[in-house]
T-cell receptor, first 114, second 114 residues
Framework: DSGVTQTPKHLITATGQRVTLRCSPR?????VYWYQQSLDQGLQFLIQ???????AKGNILERFSAQQFPDLHSELNLSSLELGDSALYFC?????????????FGPGTRLTVT | GNSVTQMEGPVTLSEEAFLTINCTYT??????LFWYVQYPGEGLQLLLK?????DKGSNKGFEATYRKETTSFHLEKGSVQVSDSAVYFC?????????????FGKGTTLSVSS
């Protein structure tokens, strides 16, 4: 158990809909990352927050947004969903901004868009 | 830009065989290098890391050495077990970037039979 929790575990929704994925980092970790894992794209970084502020953006679509709340949990919002958004979405956390820090991964949310 | 290339899988071995999974990277400066492992149905776990040239990371019998001259971080294990069957990801965190997100290779699936 990494200490990172993600809900829900599975999500099935239709094209055009909007969903929210939730992540609670390990106790004491200030940095939260979102990654998308799909068969064709592999593991791709979406966005990073540190202590409530956006720190870096990766290959995140404009239809996707995220935020980190004062209690440090984070939410990833996916809107106008397309079939190609079906993937496993991982949240990870680390204690600081040091590149050498271990990132602890949650179990993931599997999103299926039909 | 920053990227990671690792050998295509799947890699199929018998128990007690020697394992090598090749990983090379492209990055400016001295990135931190990681190997993460993903067991079926689970999130990623850090296997080992190295943060500077000639460092050797090791854990659970796995080893990898940070080779700056060849920009490589190959994963090795002297004697694999069935329980090592998983997907292995080589990754780096780049220097001179605003964030510290992991950049992953495409992953190598290892299957060990008894």
């Amino acid at each position: 158990d990494s200490g990172v929790t993600q809900t829900p575990k599975h999500l099935i929704t239709a094209t055009g809909q909007r969903v929210t994925l939730r992540c609670s980092p390990r106790s004491g970790d200030l940095s939260v990352y979102w990654y998308q894992q799909s068969l064709d794209q592999g593991l791709q970084f979406l966005i990073q927050y540190y202590n409530g502020e956006e720190r870096a953006k990766g290959n995140i679509l404009e239809r996707f947004s995220a935020q980190q709340f004062p209690d440090l949990h984070s939410e990833l919002n996916l809107s106008s969903l397309e079939l190609g958004d079906s993937a496993l979405y991982f949240c990870a956390s680390s204690v600081s901004l040091a590149g050498a820090d271990e990132q602890y991964f949650g179990p993931g949310t599997r999103l299926t868009v039909t | 830009g920053n990227s990671v290339t690792q050998m295509e899988g799947p890699v199929t071995l018998s128990e007690e065989a020697f394992l090598t999974i090749n990983c090379t990277y492209t990055a400016t400066g001295y990135p931190s290098l990681f190997w993460y492992v993903q067991y079926p149905g689970e999130g990623l776990q850090l296997l080992l890391k190295a943060t500077k040239a000639d460092d050797k990371g090791s854990n659970k019998g796995f080893e990898a050495t940070y080779r700056k001259e060849t920009t490589s971080f190959h994963l090795e294990k002297g004697s694999v077990q069935v329980s090592d069957s998983a997907v292995y990801f080589c990754a780096l965190t780049p220097v001179w970037e605003a964030g510290t997100a992991l950049i992953f290779g495409k992953g190598t699936t290892l299957s060990v039979s008894s």
